[in-house]
């Protein structure tokens, strides 16, 4: 926390000094624009960046194993930065440029723009402005939905369906890597309020990004049980608890995209347990993947009232 004392020069000028600190840590220099943001009685005062400067970040191979590469390119990924460079000092074998180009197949708007046999330069070609972390965690939510409701024809012996369900599963984490990658520009960008609401976001994209994984799961061992069940009553009973789950979902993104206070505590009452009672193995995993879906989506409600959910605070002056 600083203080200032507000000095008056000419006749209709305010002004205060910035701590040195700060002005130094930030690299502000003689010329430097400052933004400013009006926030009830807060003032808020940012560097604002060029917005034609981009940002780069260098991968060297030779300090990752093999199979560690796939994870430093989405994690350079998700930090917002614009260009990755990966380089091998002693050349790339073919091995590991499988692994980049693998790992690109992941995220949305990478491409290759150089490649030599010693270094491959990834720009990341999607526009900031081209979909915002709310329309992004929106889209995600209508993908992971249809699984479930997809997930509910499977019961009914829809297996072709099961694996469209499964395959789905790698556009659902392109679009959550995206989500998280907009989360870290916001930081850098945005406003107190922004950052906040977006933090809520990018948690209800993480736990709908899990509850996408359980989808795969139940599909997963759907398939494993080659149809022997389907059209049974134990099959039967899990597609009821499917669509309950579905309306619990709906109840907790409703509150997050609105920003319903009452939607969120709807969400989060609305029990759902499914009974894990099965003998066999795989609809035991089945039953128990939709409870984990469940809680997921609770976590969503949770996210929405604590991040989201504006709040009208005041200012309260104790007594003496």
Not at 80 to 94: H, N, Q, S, T, Y
Not at 122 to 140: F, M, N, T, V
Not at 208 to 214: A, V
Not at 306 to 320: M, Y
């Amino acid at each position: 926390m600083y203080s200032r004392r507000v000095q008056l020069t000419g006749r209709s000028t305010y002004i205060i000094s910035l701590p040195k600190a700060w002005v130094e840590d930030r690299q502000i220099a003689k010329g430097s624009v400052l933004s400013m943001r009006r926030y009830g009685d807060r003032l808020l005062v940012s560097l604002e960046e060029s917005k034609g400067e981009k940002t780069k970040e260098v991968i060297n191979v030779g300090d990752l194993e093999l199979e560690d590469i796939p994870f430093k390119l989405i994690s350079s990924y998700t930090s917002g930065a614009d260009f990755i460079e990966v380089r091998g000092e002693k050349g790339m074998l073919p091995n590991v440029k499988s692994k980049v180009k693998e790992a690109m197949g992941k995220l949305v708007g990478l491409e290759i723009v150089e490649e030599s046999y010693s270094h491959i330069l990834l720009q990341d070609l999607a526009s900031r402005e081209g979909l915002s972390i709310k329309k992004g965690l929106h889209r995600l939510y209508l993908m992971v939905r249809s699984s479930y409701k997809d997930i509910a024809r499977v019961l009914l012996g829809g297996t072709d369906l099961a694996r469209d369900v499964i395959e789905r599963d790698d556009e659902i984490d392109k679009l959550t890597f995206l989500i998280t990658k907009r989360y870290n520009e916001l930081l850098r960008s945005g406003t107190a309020k922004e950052t906040r609401s977006g933090l809520g976001y990018l948690l209800a994209a993480r736990a709908l990004e899990r509850i996408g994984d359980h989808g795969t799961r139940m599909c997963e061992n759907l398939l494993a049980l080659e149809g022997e069940r389907a059209g049974s009553m134990s099959l039967k009973f899990i597609e009821s608890y499917i669509e309950s789950f579905i309306t619990k979902l709906d109840l907790a993104m409703d509150s997050i995209m609105r920003g319903s206070f009452e939607k969120g505590v709807e969400a989060i009452k609305m029990e759902i347990q499914v009974p894990v009672t099965s003998k066999d193995v795989r609809l035991a995993y089945i039953m128990e993947s939709l409870n984990r879906a469940v809680s997921y989506a609770s976590n969503i409600a949770e996210a929405s009232i604590d991040f989201v959910v504006e709040h009208d605070l005041t200012p309260f002056h104790g007594e003496d």
